[in-house]
């Protein structure tokens, strides 16, 4: 059973960045595809970084392409997002996701709901 876990989040001042991380626990055998999402109230979710849990390859979405580094370490299984340069606009709930589908992650899959697994989700907010 998959199980994912975010962690810290927080208040960042704009022009900072941040680091959040996800336990993955049970994507232990074979390859996932991992992701981070966010969301602001009333808004859909907003696809940040998808990666493949053993081929580290990362595809970063092209509204934060620049800004996001996301990894995953596969022996500790801890996948983790920075982002820099923030700004308010990127206030948000965080969200880490797996699947077991690598197509989601070659095919670049930016819909949320397509993922099977979640983690709870961490708040982010970026102050002016």
């Known amino acids: 059973q998959v199980q994912l876990a975010e962690s810290g989040g927080g208040t960042v001042q704009a022009g900072g960045s941040l680091r959040l991380t996800c336990t993955t626990s049970?994507?232990?055998?074979?390859?996932?595809?991992l992701g981070w999402f966010r969301r602001v109230p009333g808004k859909d979710h907003e696809g940040v970084g998808l990666?493949?849990?053993?081929?580290?390859?990362?595809t970063i979405a092209d509204a934060m392409r620049g800004r996001v580094t996301i990894s995953h370490d596969a022996k500790k299984n801890v996948l983790s997002l920075e982002v820099k340069d923030l700004t308010p606009e990127d206030t948000a709930v965080y969200y880490c996701?797996?699947?077991?589908?690598?197509?989601?992650?070659?095919?670049?899959?930016?819909?949320?709901?397509?993922?099977?697994?979640w983690g709870q989700g961490t708040q982010v907010t970026v102050s002016s």
């Open positions: 996701t797996a699947d077991s589908r690598l197509v989601l992650c070659r095919m670049a899959s930016w819909k949320a709901s397509v993922y099977t697994y």
């Open positions: 990666i493949e849990s053993d081929a580290n390859r990362a």
């Open positions: 049970g994507v232990t055998r074979g390859d996932y595809c």
